[in-house]
């Protein structure tokens, strides 16, 4: 009723969450009215008799509801942020002046919305520049310039159209497994293990509270393996993961993406690339939540015990959580 919005492709629903509960009670009832356009203005409200066109608060004569939100010298006196009191809402895009906080784009030269929506060029004022994510001095635009193109470069190798989609969807196609599912079963190996450690297995999942920008990496280090004279490589290694050999051994890795990893399945992701060689095994981790439900899994295949059904023990996901996930599902219609 008090104003309109563009159609936006998408909504950042993790900052609405963030504002909204950094909210009491009564602010949050305020916030939802004004970002879902439910707040009246006294201009409206003067059209039904209801106001006399003029703000409660200062007395000024209102032209919209950005008045209460942006103008109002009384209202200013209660603001915490001081800083947002000074600043050009005229330069704002109607969503943001009401709290509504669009997906973030991939332009890393444009201001954390994209492009300005009516065309303009955004004011060169320094701190304002700042405010919005856009920096004026020249070494840091001559930075963002290069990072730019790198987001370009990187967008194109991915088959991306990085003026369509934004940072979050850009990301996830990028990180994203578009091979279809498949397993890499080793060759059943009958012989004892060493005693000695012989290969050592790590893994690692980046921003665990951040789902969609979570990343991983699962890795194996083979010491004193030479895959050119001796023990090669087995066609499970070959498809589970990339390679690099050194003097004083063999790398093995590979990254893992999806949108539900987290640090202890990067570890079982690094095993299983482990126990992908020919041959036995002696496996050294640094993860005790690994080592411990590895060597459980172990005792119930000696002593021949059945898989708890998962219903009874929620500690075994289902099968299909175990594999990578692909695409984001927020982008499947897009």
């Known amino acids: 009723m008090g104003w309109g919005v563009r159609l936006y492709q998408e909504i950042d629903g993790c900052m609405a969450k963030k504002i909204i509960h950094g909210l009491g009670n009564k602010e949050q009832k305020i916030y939802r009215h004004v970002a879902s356009g439910g707040a009246w203005a006294d201009n409206h409200l003067a059209d039904i008799g209801k106001s006399n066109g003029r703000c409660p608060h200062c007395g000024e004569e209102v032209q919209d509801i950005t008045h209460v939100l942006w103008e109002c ?155 050119n004279h001796a023990h090669r490589l087995s066609p499970a290694e070959k498809e589970l993961g990339h390679y690099t050999q050194l003097d004083e051994g063999l790398r093995l890795y590979s990254p893992i993406g999806g949108f539900g990893g987290s640090s202890t399945r990067t570890e079982l992701a690094a095993a299983i690339l482990a126990i992908a060689a020919n041959g036995p095994i002696h496996l050294g981790t640094d993860s005790q939540a690994f080592l411990d439900r590895a060597t459980r899994v172990i005792q119930d295949v000696r002593n021949n015990r059945k898989r708890p059904s998962h219903k009874g023990n929620q500690s075994f996901h289902k099968d299909y959580q175990m594999t990578q996930q692909g695409q984001d599902p927020q982008d499947k219609e897009q």
């Open 73 to 227: 010298e009384k209202v200013h006196k209660h603001r915490q942020r001081r800083e947002l009191c000074g600043i050009d809402h005229k330069q704002l895009p109607q969503h943001i002046k009401h709290g509504v906080p669009s997906a973030m784009t991939n332009d890393i030269q444009a201001p954390y919305w994209s492009k300005h929506e009516d065309g303009n060029q955004v004011s060169n004022n320094k701190q304002f520049c700042k405010q919005i994510g856009m920096w004026t001095d020249r070494n840091n635009a001559n930075i963002i310039s290069c990072k730019h193109q790198e987001v370009k470069d990187l967008c194109e190798e991915h088959g991306i159209d990085h003026t369509q989609q934004n940072a979050r969807q850009a990301f996830a196609n990028i990180k994203a497994n578009k091979q279809p599912p498949h397993y890499a079963v080793p060759h059943r190996c009958r012989l004892p293990a060493p005693k000695s450690i012989n290969v050592y297995s790590d893994g690692s999942w980046l921003y665990p509270t951040q789902k969609i920008l979570g990343l991983g990496g699962a890795g194996v280090w083979w010491p004193g393996r030479d895959i």
